[in-house]
T-cell receptor, first 115, second 117 residues
Framework: GNSVTQMEGPVTLSEEAFLTINCTYT??????LFWYVQYPGEGLQLLLK?????DKGSNKGFEATYRKETTSFHLEKGSVQVSDSAVYFC??????????????FGKGTLLTVNP | EAGVTQFPSHSVIEKGQTVTLRCDPI?????LYWYRRVMGKEIKFLLH????????ESGMPNNRFLAERTGGTYSTLKVQPAELEDSGVYFC???????????????FGPGTRLTVT
């Protein structure tokens, strides 16, 4: 079955540091890949997505590239801010077709950014 | 536009009791998903509704869990009787389906934290 493995935290960085959170997956075909973020006290929010190989998703300074050859979707940000402190989840859903796009998640990575 | 709402935000019950969680999706979203995160583990899919129909129940742990979505609007997830291992955060998500085959964004609620003692 499908699975997602992401680096376990917690990750603690200083403001303006470079961030990488690794994510690899196992799935058949060409799944869609996502990064979700959960800020304290809130629900999960979609941060970015990519639906085919070599696509780059980007939002709020975060980027991730869909690498089919390495089955990876690593999250990066060049300069983190205190407000980026949150839990980040890598996830995948099946490739296009039908309506059931249930998500398979990684365990989540807690990021803390200190001023 | 209101987001996905869940009620209650937190529930503490004793083993053997019954609890009902409620999810109100975004208006007009036909797809509704339930997920659960047990402490220290991944968020796991429970089931998927399209309107009032259950499309996929493959993630439901056992027959103590019953989900409904009468009228295709809000959904309830009942646990009866609750066991200690049911503790966790239960998330609901909804999405549109415009028939293009694209995986539209799932909008998540804040979750219900269930503690079974």
């Amino acid at each position: 079955g499908n699975s997602v493995t992401q680096m376990e935290g917690p990750v603690t960085l200083s403001e303006e540091a470079f961030l990488t959170i690794n994510c690899t997956y196992t799935a058949t075909g060409y799944p869609s890949l996502f990064w979700y973020v959960q800020y304290p006290g809130e629900g999960l929010q979609l941060l970015l997505k990519a639906t085919k190989a070599d696509d780059k998703g980007s939002n709020k300074g975060f980027e991730a590239t869909y690498r089919k050859e390495t089955t990876s979707f690593h999250l990066e940000k060049g300069s983190v801010q205190v407000s980026d402190s949150a839990v980040y989840f890598c996830a995948l859903s099946k490739e296009r077709g039908g309506s059931n796009y249930k998500l398979t998640f990684g365990k989540g990575t807690l990021l803390t950014v200190n001023p | 536009e209101a987001g996905v709402t869940q009620f209650p935000s937190h529930s503490v019950i004793e083993k053997g009791q019954t609890v009902t969680l409620r999810c109100d999706p975004i208006s007009g979203h036909d797809n509704l998903y339930w997920y659960r995160r047990v402490m220290g583990k991944e968020i796991k899919f429970l089931l998927h509704f399209v309107k009032e129909s259950k499309q996929d129940e493959s993630g439901m742990p056992n027959n103590r869990f019953l989900a409904e979505r009468t009228g295709g609007t809000y959904s309830t997830l009942k646990v009866q009787p609750a066991e200690l291992e049911d503790s966790g955060v239960y998330f609901c998500a909804s999405s549109q389906d415009l028939g293009t085959g694209e995986p539209y964004e799932q909008y998540f609620g804040p979750g219900t934290r269930l503690t079974v003692t």
